[in-house]
């Protein structure tokens, strides 16, 4: 039986994973669709909703009388709060985006539309991600130097093994908004982003969007002063570069086009031949 346009559930309450392609397919031709002032102002938005979830992450950070591992789970439950806000308050966040693929692979939009949309939706997330960084630097402290170690520890990683890492992230972050997409309430949204986050930050994988809080934000305390730390602008790009490609990888190709192929593949030839 073909899958029609109204994605439909065979289990309580809750779709089941080809209606949630089809509906994914539906909100990436939404995006798509978007125009280019609306999509940078909510991609700043994003880039804002996830350094608020980063800088609510530093505060269990700045803790140093916690457990490695309580650090970890708290940090992860805390950030979660940026992705939460993404999918329940709307706003256009890159690694999420990545789940439009799937549009140009069922043919409902063009692959130059997509690009020009990832290129808005990261130049957004970018400058809402600065603004904010800049915002909080005047925070110092204990916050700071929590700050200052977080960055640090993404500088100092290989290449190769950041993007790696990136790959991963954004598998747990897609796979968040995937099942975020087929929510039908706010309480939905809140647990199809909590533990994908939870798991990404706790097992110290990288996120671009939030790196380009990370970074920028370290680079400003120790330029003005109200931290120290030996991070530079040529270990932010080297970083953001594998995250931002990594991240990529991981969203497109893990569960984007992983998802169609199982899903929207069988449907699209099935309209071709019809």
């Known amino acids: 039986m073909r899958l029609t346009e109204k994605p439909s559930s065979s289990y309580s309450g809750a779709m089941t994973p080809a209606s949630m392609e089809l509906k994914n397919e539906r909100v ?37 009388t916690l457990p490695f591992a309580a650090t970890q789970l708290l940090g992860g439950f805390s950030f979660a709060l940026g992705l939460f806000l993404i999918l329940a308050a709307g706003a256009e966040l890159f690694t999420g985006n990545c789940l439009m693929v799937m549009g140009p692979l069922a043919g409902r939009f063009s692959w130059g539309r997509l690009l020009t949309s990832w290129a808005v939706v990261l130049l957004g997330n970018l400058l809402g991600s600065v603004l904010a960084a800049d915002v909080a630097s005047a925070n110092g ?17 290989e ?24 929510a039908n309430s706010v309480t939905d949204k809140f647990f199809s982003a909590l533990l994908p986050v939870m798991a990404f930050m706790a097992a110290g994988f990288e996120h671009c969007v939030a790196n380009m809080f990370f970074l920028p934000y370290a680079l400003m305390l120790q330029a003005t ?5 030996a991070v530079d602008l040529a270990g932010a790009l080297h970083n953001l570069s594998a995250a931002t490609l990594g991240n990529l990888v991981g969203g497109v190709v893990l569960v984007g086009a992983s998802y169609w192929f199982v899903y929207g593949r069988s449907r699209a030839e099935g309209g071709k031949r019809g």
């Open 141 to 157: 402290g204990a916050l700071g130097e929590a700050a200052v170690a977080v960055a640090e520890g993404k500088v100092a990683l």
């Open 225 to 229: 002063g109200v931290a120290s730390g």
């Open 28 to 64: 990436a031709e939404t995006k798509a669709g978007t125009d280019v002032v609306s999509a940078l102002v909510l991609s700043m938005l994003a880039g804002v909703f996830i350094s608020m979830g980063a800088t609510f992450m530093l505060v269990v950070k700045s803790d140093a």
């Open 159 to 182: 290449w190769g093994v950041a993007f790696f890492r990136a790959v991963l992230c954004n598998l747990l972050v897609c796979l968040a908004v995937w099942v975020g997409h087929s």
